[in-house]
């Protein structure tokens, strides 16, 4: 058992408790044995993990539809567990969290913190700093001067004179814990807000990146200060140490390191031997400046800067990041949490001091970005906003908070002011950029909006997205297939569809731009260099291709708008969406992530042009080279179908590749019904008008298959076939006779478009967005295993000719967010709302 002894001080006036520890009363008996799990430092330990973990994804739950990062469901987390909200019942504190158990758990807070700041220090690339140039270095500079000044007033008022720091130590604390800027809850905040690949989002990452760097080497100082309550020269050989141990990571353990990655053969993993030497490293590192007198993260944040970028880095972000950020480091957040005590807070004098402390901190950094931006002469909202994102607060701040209240530089009363000062500092960030964020977007309405639309000698404009390398091979060959041509140059947009996650690591790929040569810094930067390089090559190895790879960060939910509001963007007539399920080695297919299903159907509601979802089974380089080729369209009418056609009419253009065109026409049968459909309907006004565009789409889809058979009639790569069919099983049955030399199908989703010859078939579709013929094509059932192509045609507010305007609020973008408007006007040809790789 632990016993607890209050020795009071009658001099002081003071209370302290000696906890006694019995090193045997590790784990229980069991309750059978009598005896009490929580009496035991191991079951209690995983009690309180438990609670901590689920308190904290419950308030991330929470908080996710306001839009506020996780860091602050975790502090919230924390002060709820203490002695501010549960922790009043001195049953629950007792129980769940007494005064034998913090030692285990502020332990294992730290090994987790010391292993988070380790791979924040792996995956920041220094160099960024020296790339952005001195705007970043100023703006951050100028972040962290005017509220360091602030904090150093408000310290008179905060600092109470029976406190045994010195005046001076006090100010270096409050001063950093207001300047900081925490980087990863940036960045979370950026993407959040879709400004991550923004002028403005650039520059505020490289800013809090500096920023971070800066605020490290304060903190140096400060601790080496709070241990010596007088400048001696134990302070001078704490900041001379700490200096010999940097110099020595970077000058003697980066090089060592480098050559342990040298010696591992090209293309095998790094071995588990050399992991473990890091991660042993990590410790040891922590050790040393624990032992110096600096704090032991900071030895695993510069020991993390040293792993160079590439296999490495990647293997131990992707080893560690889950498990640490996900598991230990609430616990960080718990202790702090547990220290909080908001009832110190007391009196409206106090109360007021607070609100005064945030604004005012606030207002200083805004003022001190501010004044930095209206000099290099960039918009006042950008300079607001950019002040406004620079306040985000996180782990830095609150290890400065911690690493004072340890040393006695802060008492309860400043400790709690300061952590709400954070949690509201941050918590205002995102609704305010909000409102003030609002860039003018300069849309031109464009007509060439659909396949059918863009002529063979005009630039034929494309956007691919892409979720994974293995999307690409299919979608270069049928672009290839596309029939690139001088009179008809292709311009591809390619994006990267990346998730939004709780990962700095995610976020970090849009940061570090791409050099050629440079390792990538984490899995989903590999992914996407592989995917670059894939398109690079297919730019130079065919004519008339002109590609540019973008990288899109958004939650799955809101992915659509991005791929839209590109698509709008760039003025493209056509987006290429892979199918959510992919091909199994046995023939079949399986559902890769439902997610990417959701994202499709969003598309497909929300599109500004034509959309072509591909299901992709193999179209090889080798087969689109032979002559024997063959593109098969299904026509039964229809815009939809009408798209098809046309994509497929370009495609036969190129010399390799034949086309089939068979259409489907209703028999005596099927025209027998629908007119027994239109005599019952002609009472009803809404069917009539359908019976009346269904008429105007027949005759639309007469003059453009006469079109392109009159255009065609001499080309014999070309082949054209009807079909007499009368309902749904003859379709199928007239389908499936097809032969199985084709390679690809390409069919039209026949959205709204009631047909008999279809009839049936929708009854049982898996899956709905791919249309009738579609879904049938795709299905695992079906015996012709080919690619199939299912075509969306745009057609705007109307039939034919007319076009949706784009500047309409009401069209296309009726529920989307007000993210869509954080967009910069496009300028000197880049894109401003997706990263662009050179």
């Not at 209370?15 to 191991?42: F, H, K, R």
């Not at 905040?189 to 879709?194: C, D, N, Q, Y």
């Amino acid at each position: 058992m632990a016993d607890e002894i209050v020795v009071t001080s009658s001099e002081n006036k003071t209370e302290d408790t000696i906890v006694c520890y019995a090193p045997t009363m590790i784990t229980t008996n069991g309750i059978w044995q009598g005896d009490n799990p929580l009496d035991y430092s191991l079951p209690l330990f995983i009690l309180q993990l438990t609670l901590v973990v689920v308190i904290t994804r419950l308030l991330v739950y929470i908080l996710k539809p306001i839009r506020q990062p996780r860091v602050i469901a975790e502090i919230l987390g924390g002060v709820i567990l203490g002695p501010s909200v549960l922790g009043r019942s001195s049953k629950f504190a007792n129980t769940i969290f007494p005064q034998r158990s913090v030692m285990v758990l502020e332990t294992m807070a730290n090994i987790g913190l010391l292993y988070f700041l380790f791979l924040i220090g792996v995956e920041m690339d220094i160099d960024v700093i020296r790339r952005n140039g001195k705007k970043s270095l100023i703006i951050a500079i100028a972040g962290m001067v005017l509220p360091f000044i602030l904090g150093s007033s408000f310290s008179f008022m905060l600092h109470e004179t029976s406190q045994h720091t010195k005046q001076g130590t006090f100010i270096l604390f409050l001063g950093l814990s207001l300047s900081v800027t925490a980087f990863p809850v940036l960045a979370r905040i950026l993407a959040e807000l879709k400004l991550i690949n923004t002028e403005i989002g650039r520059i505020a990452m490289s800013a809090s990146l500096i920023n971070d760097m800066l605020a490290w080497v304060v903190l140096a100082f400060a601790i080496a200060f709070s241990e010596n309550k007088n400048m001696t020269l134990a302070s001078l050989w704490v900041i001379l140490s700490s200096t010999a141990f940097i110099c020595f990571c970077f000058f003697v353990v980066r090089p060592l390191i480098g050559r342990r990655i040298r010696q591992t053969p090209e293309g095998e993993s790094i071995s588990e031997f050399n992991i473990c030497l890091i991660l042993t490293g990590v410790m040891v590192a922590g050790f040393i400046t624990d032992a110096i007198g600096t704090h032991s993260v900071f030895g695993a944040f510069v020991f993390g800067l040293v792993i160079p970028n590439g296999p490495l880095g990647l293997v131990l972000v992707e080893r560690l990041e889950d498990f640490v950020s996900g598991l230990l480091l609430p616990l960080f957040f718990a202790i702090s949490g547990l220290k909080t005590e908001i009832t110190a807070i007391d009196g409206v004098g106090t109360w007021a001091i607070l609100f005064v402390v945030i604004i005012l901190a606030c207002a200083g950094k805004v003022l001190g970005v501010f004044l930095v931006t209206l000099y290099y002469r960039m918009p006042y909202y950008e300079g607001l906003s950019l002040g406004l994102l620079m306040n985000a607060k996180g782990l830095i701040e609150m290890i400065v908070l911690n690493v004072g209240k340890d040393q006695k530089v802060l008492d309860d009363k400043s400790f709690a002011i300061m952590v709400m000062v954070a949690v509201g500092m941050t918590a205002i960030i995102t609704p305010i950029v909000t409102v003030i964020y609002k860039p003018a977007r300069n849309f031109v309405p464009y007509k060439r909006r659909t396949v059918q639309r863009t002529k063979l000698d005009r630039e034929f404009r494309v956007l691919v997205c892409i979720h994974t390398p293995r999307n690409v091979p299919t979608i270069i060959n049928l672009l290839e297939a596309s029939y690139p041509a001088k009179k008809s140059p292709i311009c591809v947009y390619v994006l990267h569809l990346v998730e939004l996650t709780g990962r700095a690591s995610a976020m970090l790929i849009v940061h570090n731009m791409r050099k050629t040569g440079r390792p990538a810094i984490n899995r989903t930067q590999a992914q996407s260099d592989h995917i670059i390089n894939a398109f690079e090559n297919f730019e130079k190895n065919v004519g008339c291709v002109y590609v540019q790879p973008l990288t899109a960060i958004s939650p799955y939910s809101t992915m659509h708008e991005d791929i839209c509001l590109l698509a709008e963007d760039k003025r493209v007539a056509l987006i290429i969406i892979p199918f959510h399920k992919q091909q199994t080695v046995d023939g079949g297919m399986e559902a890769t992530n439902p997610a990417f299903r959701v994202i499709n159907q969003n598309v497909l509601s929300n599109s500004p042009c034509s959309v072509g979802i591909l299901v992709d089974r193999g179209l090889s380089a080798s087969r689109m080279n032979q002559v024997s080729h063959h593109i098969a369209v299904l026509f039964f009418g229809g815009p939809d179908d009408r798209e098809a056609l046309a994509y497929a009419w370009r495609m036969s253009e190129h010399p390799n590749i034949n086309l089939t065109v068979l259409r489907f026409l209703p028999g005596e049968a099927a025209i027998e019904a629908t007119r027994s459909d239109s005599t019952k309907s002609r009472n009803d006004h809404s069917i009539l008008t359908v019976a009346t565009d269904s008429d105007k789409e027949k005759q639309l889809d007469e003059e453009y298959v006469k079109v392109f058979r009159t255009k065609t009639t001499n080309d014999e790569s070309v082949i054209y076939t009807e079909r007499v069919v009368n309902h749904g099983e003859e379709t199928i049955a007239a389908i499936r006779s097809i032969d199985n030399s084709h390679d690809l199908f390409i069919v039209g989703r026949g959205q709204g478009n009631i047909s008999p010859l279809t009839a049936g078939l929708t009854d049982w579709s898996e899956c709905p967005e791919l249309g009738a013929i579609g879904d049938l094509l795709a299905s695992s059932d079906f015996a012709v295993k080919v690619s199939v192509l299912v075509m969306q045609q745009y057609v705007g507010i109307g039939i034919g000719d007319q076009v949706t305007n784009p500047d309409s609020p009401s069209q296309h973008y009726g529920h989307f967010n007000n993210d869509h408007s954080n967009r910069r006007p496009q300028t000197s040809g880049q894109q401003p709302g997706f990263h662009s790789q050179p």
